[in-house]
């Protein structure tokens, strides 16, 4: 399978990808935005995925629990803070949902039809220094942290 | 305090920045390229030495700043992570949504 248009960004305090996916928008979209879909792909090989509930709508939360193959179990909250069906949705990792301002990152995926084909943009946010502030210490300080991870490779590399 | 969140700090990361570009520095070089006091300099480089930020050593009268590359390379690696979970994420959606096309390609006839 010949796959182009593939690449990852590394910019400042966001991580872009890109990629082409063969099928049409309305597809691509459909399977972010249903938890039996979601099931199929979104854990990591070898885990498994139950969603507890999933409320697919601006301001909806979507809450899940991704079994490990350690039998480890690592829950997950996110909030959807914009959806335009076919052509985008915005959402928020609010981290395990134990803490109110435990928030993680944003996310931003786009849908551009080409032809038969989809382009999808992927746009991970990881939050601002006054964000950080509000963040419990672990979490927030390694958010934080890599915001500035572009800029320090930079200079390792002159240093290597 | 780790690594992480030694730099969450617009100064500490400044520091960082400019050992790294240089290799080795003072002290009193760090310094003189802030306004800050060599007091609040030097607090900021006691937690950039104990987050293992930065290495230190001791000349005579002088410490000796340079970059711990071991905790710059832990952090990266930690967003390699984040990145590479994306990537096989997207490669997993990749075939499950050619499958599906298919499936329902193949419903159609």
Same mark, same amino acid.
């Given at each position: *399978?010949?796959?182009?248009?593939?690449?990852?960004?590394?910019?400042?305090?966001?991580? !872009?990808?890109?990629?082409?996916?063969?099928?049409?928008?309305?597809?691509?979209? &459909?399977?972010?935005? *249903?938890?039996?879909?979601?099931?199929?792909?979104?854990?990591? =090989?070898? %885990?498994?995925?139950?969603?507890?509930? *999933? =409320?697919?709508? +601006?301001?909806?939360?979507?809450?899940?629990?991704?079994?490990?193959?350690?039998?480890?179990?690592?829950?997950?909250?996110?909030?959807?803070?914009?959806?335009?069906?076919?052509?985008? !949705?915005?959402?928020?990792?609010?981290?395990?949902?134990?803490?109110?301002?435990?928030?993680? %990152?944003?996310?931003?995926?786009?849908? &551009?039809?080409?032809?038969?084909?989809?382009?999808?943009? *992927?746009?991970?946010? %990881?939050?601002?220094?006054?964000?950080?502030?509000?963040?419990?210490?672990?979490?927030?300080?390694?958010?934080?942290?890599?915001?500035?991870?572009?800029?320090?490779?930079?200079?390792? &590399?002159?240093?290597? | 305090?780790?690594?992480?969140?030694?730099?969450?700090?617009?100064?500490?990361?400044?520091?960082?920045?400019?050992?790294?570009?240089?290799?080795?520095?003072?002290?009193?070089? !760090?310094?003189?390229? %802030?306004?800050?006091?060599?007091?609040? !300099?030097?607090?900021?480089?006691?937690?950039?030495?104990?987050?293992?930020?930065?290495?230190?050593?001791?000349?005579?009268?002088?410490?000796?700043?340079?970059?711990?590359?071991?905790?710059?390379?832990?952090?990266?690696?930690?967003?390699?992570?984040?990145?590479?979970?994306? +990537?096989?994420?997207?490669?997993?959606?990749?075939?499950?949504?050619?499958?599906?096309?298919?499936?329902?390609?193949?419903?159609?006839?």
């Amino acid at each position: *399978m010949i796959r182009n248009n593939v690449e990852t960004i590394v910019e400042g305090n966001k991580v !872009i990808y890109k990629r082409y996916f063969d099928v049409s928008a309305e597809l691509l979209f &459909e399977v972010w935005s *249903m938890p039996e879909h979601l099931a199929e792909w979104w854990g990591p =090989d070898g %885990f498994t995925l139950t969603t507890k509930h *999933m =409320d697919f709508t +601006n301001g909806g939360i979507w809450e899940f629990i991704m079994h490990g193959p350690d039998g480890h179990d690592y829950k997950n909250k996110i909030q959807f803070t914009d959806i335009k069906e076919s052509h985008h !949705i915005l959402y928020k990792h609010l981290g395990d949902g134990e803490g109110d301002h435990d928030v993680h %990152f944003e996310s931003k995926i786009i849908f &551009e039809q080409v032809g038969e084909g989809t382009n999808l943009t *992927m746009e991970q946010i %990881f939050p601002s220094k006054e964000e950080l502030e509000r963040v419990n210490e672990k979490f927030g300080a390694i958010e934080g942290a890599k915001q500035h991870i572009g800029n320090l490779a930079k200079y390792l &590399e002159k240093l290597k | 305090m780790n690594a992480f969140a030694a730099l969450a700090d617009d100064t500490r990361r400044e520091i960082v920045r400019l050992v790294a570009k240089n290799g080795e520095l003072t002290s009193t070089e !760090i310094g003189q390229n %802030f306004k800050i006091s060599p007091p609040a !300099i030097s607090h900021h480089l006691k937690i950039l030495k104990s987050a293992k930020v930065l290495n230190m050593k001791k000349e005579a009268q002088k410490r000796i700043y340079s970059l711990n590359g071991s905790s710059i390379n832990e952090m990266e690696d930690w967003l390699l992570d984040i990145i590479d979970l994306w +990537n096989k994420r997207l490669d997993k959606l990749d075939r499950y949504v050619l499958k599906v096309k298919k499936e329902r390609a193949h419903d159609k006839k």
